[in-house]
Structure formats: structure tokens, C-alpha cells
């Protein structure tokens, strides 16, 4: 018999819940702990309500569930003029039934209460009255105090009838709670008025998930766009009304912040242009009374143009636009990814799944989802509780990842550059560095290394001159720190070259005992699963000795990070279907690896759609236990290597961690000088964790 999956459905309390938040949120929770979750909304919300629009679009596009689509809210309204309320619950179920069949459980997401139909709570009542679901409440807790929030859930649960049981309700979904000591005080006066059902989330209010680009509020409004910059990707989190003098405002001018000034204040538009020369990302600068930037300002402006500052203008006056601005309530777009996957983030971390795993049982299959895999990287960085060294200390993306690492406790980092440089840029940022956070000033650190160094390298004839000038080199520095024992890792290459950030390694670090060669990884974060490329970015031309080598050391990364490998030697022939050098150089590295580790699944060699395809699989080599269910994939050269992740990785729009390397005595990683931040704290957990390991 198939185990059909667990179904919760999400009853809204109150017409501002936030349904779809909460609900792929708690999906994501769901996928992280390793439980493949499905969602279905089986009615789409009228377009008027705005939130719930996307549900689906984003249970596909970020969650990478196979969402099906959902009945149209005209549809539904047909159906119930004319009385045929059964025939709506008979394509409901025919739409969630499906689902049901490939998941260990699927969230189905209700209706909002539309004040203008008084039949949306009645609909949600014999959806998950038909589909025999469990309830999960999900509430806005914001503008309600805890009393006011019990009433609310109990006259929503009145509505399911006297038959309605307590453990029918599984728990509550409870989003945008104060924060802070507030907001700890507000769920306990809340638990101890209601404890009919447990809280499964508590959210706080995060202003900055409610910051819309300026793109959307430029179309909205009806802003003409004099200069587009950056303003795709700008996002709005403040307004500031020029209404006083120019010295008012400058403390003001702080990242995300939109500059509104009458088109004759040049000593504002000055001031925005120099704030961003400084470093600061504003949202922009919009311009009211129509736009006529004086011939003598426009050369001024010109950098701050190049530096990506957008300019807007209105014909309106500036009370007029600022109140319009004020007025503007910002919807998720659908195309604003960057800002849903940041939502559904936040929400997950304050999820607890424990309850719900209880019910659902073991999933149907051991598996490791990029959720899963970066809470993983998370938790065994902070359990390994390392210091890491950044030697771009400078370097605003890699500021911004040190300070989320300092503040979620994944790494002490230890930044290498000039303080007072380094806590101005952070400033322009708007990145709060801790007061605490280590920095050290390479001109003060550099005599430390230099016996050391030139001791490690006295079979090249270094002398304490060379070494001196070397060490004037930040990511050397950092790497005779690591060398040293003064960390415990060290990550590079947001603007240094992977030559840059792994020479450095290779003479100072060497070889781990028992290593032959320094290889590398890539953690390829597919949709439903996460895979391990290697060797892309290290060994041109590996030997068959070396590639055996290379196998068994992206076996053993993939089980330090929680997978269990099965790997695949890859060529462009299968088995014995095909000839030549490159063939059997591939054939006696399988040989040659599985003598050395018998107790790893290995194969090949293996075509690449022999080893991810399972029908092909099965028709190419049916005997292997590998083919079609590979999760590490192991090239035969670096051509073949560094064209693959990179074609997969731009092509699939798949985030690639690393490359991270393998074989050397302590950890170093490199980074894509194009990483955005959260790449960076992923890189410096799993540098962490290698480091635990070490």
C-alpha cells in the first residue's frame, strides 16, 4: 500500500493573515529538516487582495515544488451562485489528491476572508473538511494585543462547528509579533490566555522584509525614471523629505534611503551625489516640481550617475509626493525573488517543526535539499565554534557576511585591515559591526610571521626581505596566520583571483597526511537535492592515481556535510561501450579507487546522464547501484570540470558553495569574486566545519 502523505490546511485568522509567508515558510522549515513537502493553494484569491496572488508562482520558483495550479477564484464563484458546492470540493480533491502520492506531507493554503463575500470562511471549512486535513491557524499579530488574538482564533474556529476537536487544530502560525523583551512578554500573556493548540511559529516585525525596490514603487506611483542606475535592484527602507537645510540631512543620508527634494535644492542633489561617492547605497533621489537639473549641476552629478544612483521625478509638489510615497503599500512582486527567498529565510528560523515531524513520520526517502543542507552548514559551524580569517576585511560583501557570522555565532571572524577604514566602510554600508568583532592591522601583525615564514620556506631560499614584502600581501598574511595555529580557517577570493587565494596554501599549508594532491568541490544546490561536483577548479590534467585520489576525497567531503555518496566517474563512454585514453584513464581510477576505499559506492565510467538520469540509467548500466542515482560527480579533467559546474550553475540557475578545498593540513576556501554575502557565510561555515573535522 502507498503511503499517501500528511495534509494541513492553513486557516486564516483574520482577514490580514499571511497566509502564503507563514505557509512556504513553514515549508521551507519542513524541507530543511529533510521531509519533502508539497503545497497546493486549490483556489486563487481574488487579484484585489494582492498577498496571496503569488503562493503558487513561489511554492514553484523557490521552493521548487511541483505547485499544481489552482482552480480560478470566477471559477469558484460560478459554482456556488448555482448551489454546486459538492462539484467545487470534487476538483479541489482532484487537484490536492495527486500531490498527496509523491510527498511525506503537503500544506494546502485557504482562502483570505474577502469582506465583500461572505462565503470564503465557508469554503475554507469543506476544503479541509473534504480533504480530511489537520489545521494550522496562521495570525497577524501586528496592531492586536494577545486578548484581542484569542478572540479572534476562537470565533475562526466557530466557524468549523461543535465537532471540531481540539487535536484537530495542530498549532498556530503567528507572524510579525513585537520584538525583542515586547515581544517575549506578548507570547507569554498570549500562551497563558490560550493554550488550546500549540504556537508552531512566532515571528517578530523585520522592517527591512517590508522594504519594496524602487523599481516597484517608481512604477506604482508613476515616477519618471530621468536616470535608472541601480534602481532594479535599490530597495526603499526610509523616505527623506528635504524640508530643511542641507546639514539636517546628512545624517540621514544612510543606505536604502530615498531622497525626495523640489528640483531647485542643488545643495541636496549635491549632497546625495557625494554620499554616494562615499560609499553609501541610497535607494535614490527623486526630484518633485518637475525635473531641471541646473546645466551647471548636471557635470557634478555625473559620478554619482556612474556609481549607479537612480533619479526619479514628479510634477507633483513635494508635499504632495511624499504623501503619496507615505500612502504606498508594498505588495511582493512576483518577479522580486531576492525578497521572497529573504521572507520565507526569516520565517523558517522560526519554525519548529517538531510537532508536525511526529505526525508525519520518516520520510519516505533519506534525502539532503539545499534547506537542509545549509541549516546543516549552520548548526556544525556553530557546534564547531571556530575562527576564521578574511583577509578582504575591507571588502563590503565580506563585512556584511562577518557580521551575520558574528551575530548567528556560525564563526568568530577575524578581519585583516586598516580599523578605521574598514568600521567607515561598514558604516557606509549601514553594516553594524560588532564592537567586539577582531581586526587586525596587517602593517602591526606582519612582524609576527615573519621568522615563521621564511623558516617554511628556507628550501626556496626565502630571506626575511622577501618574506616582509610578501607578507604586505593580506590573503599571504592570513594564510601564515592559519599556517601559525592563530586561526583556525581562512576564506578569500571575493576580489582576489582563486591563483591569489590558493598559491599561498599550496606553499605554506601543504598537504594533509596521507593526501597526494590538493583537489577541490563544488556543493551544487539543485532544486530537491544537493550534489558534489569535483575537481573544478584545481588539477588541469589528473592521472588516473590522482583522479582515484581526487574520488575519494569528494566522498569524504560529501559525508562530513551530511550525504551519503554514491559516485560516479565521469567520461563520455559508459562501462565498456567505449575506447580510448581518456576512457581508460577513467576506467583505472574506478579500479584503483575502489581498492583503496571498498566501502564506497563507486562507478564508471559513466556518461553524465547515465549517472543523474534513472531511466537511462537503467538502460545504460542496469547492474550498477549508482547509475541514475549519483550525488557526487567526479570529472576527468579540469576542462570537463569548470565547463560543467558553470554551464549547470548559469544555465539552471543553481547556487554553487565553494570551490571548497580538499587535501591540504588546515582549511582553505576560495570565492567567486562575483559571491553574494550569503555565499560568503555559507563558505565561512563550511570552512568552519572543516575545520572542526580537522
Known sequence: MVKKAKTFFLVPVGSDAPLTSMGLGLVRALQRDGIKAGFVKPIAQRVGLGRSVFSTHFARTICHIDAPSPLPSAHMETLLRTGRMSQLMEEVVNIVEPTRNDNDVVIIEGLLPDGDRQFDARVNVEMARG????????????????????????????????????????????????????????????????????????????????????????????????????????????????????????DRLRPGALVVAPNDRSDVMLATALSVLRGVPLAGLLLTCGHTISPKIEPLMQSARLAGLPILSSDGDTFDTSARIAAYRAHLGADDVERAEQVLD??????????????????????????????????????????????????????????????????????????????????????????????????????????????LRKAKGMTEPQAEKELEDTVVLGTMMLANGDVDGLVSGAVHTTANTIRPALQLIKTAPGSSIVSSVFFMLMPDQVLVYGDCAVNPDPTAEQLADIA????????????????????YSTGSSGSGDDVEKVRQATALAKEKRPDLLIDGPMQY??????????????DSQVAGRANVFIFPDLNTGNTTYKAVQRSANV????????????????????????DIVYTIALTAIQADAE
Open 552 to 571: 575519494i576525497q569528494s566522498a569524504d567531503s560529501a559525508k562530513q556535510f551530511g550525504i551519503e555518496p554514491r559516485i560516479a566517474m565521469i567520461s
Open 346 to 455: 526569516f520565517v523558517s528560523e522560526y519554525v519548529k517543526t517538531d510537532r508536525l515531524r511526529k505526525k508525519i513520520g520518516e520520510p519516505s526517502e533519506l534525502r539532503m535539499p539545499p534547506p537542509a543542507f545549509r541549516h546543516r552548514l549552520v548548526e556544525s559551524a556553530r557546534k564547531a565554534n571556530k575562527r576564521i580569517v578574511l583577509p578582504e576585511g575591507d571588502e563590503p560583501r565580506t563585512l556584511q557576511a562577518a557580521a551575520i557570522c558574528h551575530e548567528k555565532k556560525i564563526a568568530h571572524c577575524v578581519l585583516i585591515g586598516d580599523e578605521d577604514r574598514i568600521r567607515d566602510i561598514a558604516a557606509a554600508q549601514g553594516v553594524e559591526l560588532p564592537a567586539d568583532i577582531e581586526i587586525v592591522d596587517p602593517n602591526k601583525a606582519k612582524a609576527k610571521y615573519i621568522p615563521p615564514m621564511v623558516e
Open 131 to 250: 480533504l480530511a486535513s489537520e489545521l494550522i491557524l496562521v495570525v497577524n499579530a501586528s496592531r492586536h494585543t494577545p486578548s484581542e488574538l484569542v478572540e479572534s482564533i476562537e470565533l475562526t474556529t466557530q466557524q468549523f462547528g461543535d465537532d471540531l476537536k481540539p487535536s484537530d487544530v495542530v498549532g498556530i502560525l503567528i507572524n510579525r509579533i513585537p520584538s525583542g523583551a515586547e515581544g517575549e512578554q506578548f507570547m507569554s500573556d498570549f500562551r497563558r490566555l490560550y493554550s488550546a493548540a500549540p504556537v508552531l511559529a512566532a515571528a517578530p516585525t523585520e522592517d527591512r522584509l517590508n522594504a519594496p525596490r524602487l523599481l516597484d514603487v517608481a512604477t506604482a506611483l508613476n515616477l519618471r525614471v530621468e536616470h535608472a542606475g541601480n534602481m532594479s535592484r535599490s530597495r526603499v527602507h526610509e523616505v527623506v523629505v528635504a524640508a530643511r537645510a542641507v546639514e539636517n540631512l546628512i
Open 609 to 622: 546522464d547515465a549517472a543523474s538520469v534513472l531511466s537511462v540509467g537503467k538502460q545504460k548500466a542496469p
Open 655 to 678: 547556487v554553487s558553495v565553494g570551490p571548497m578545498l580538499q587535501g591540504l593540513r588546515k582549511p582553505v576556501n576560495d570565492l567567486s569574486r562575483g559571491a553574494l554575502v550569503d
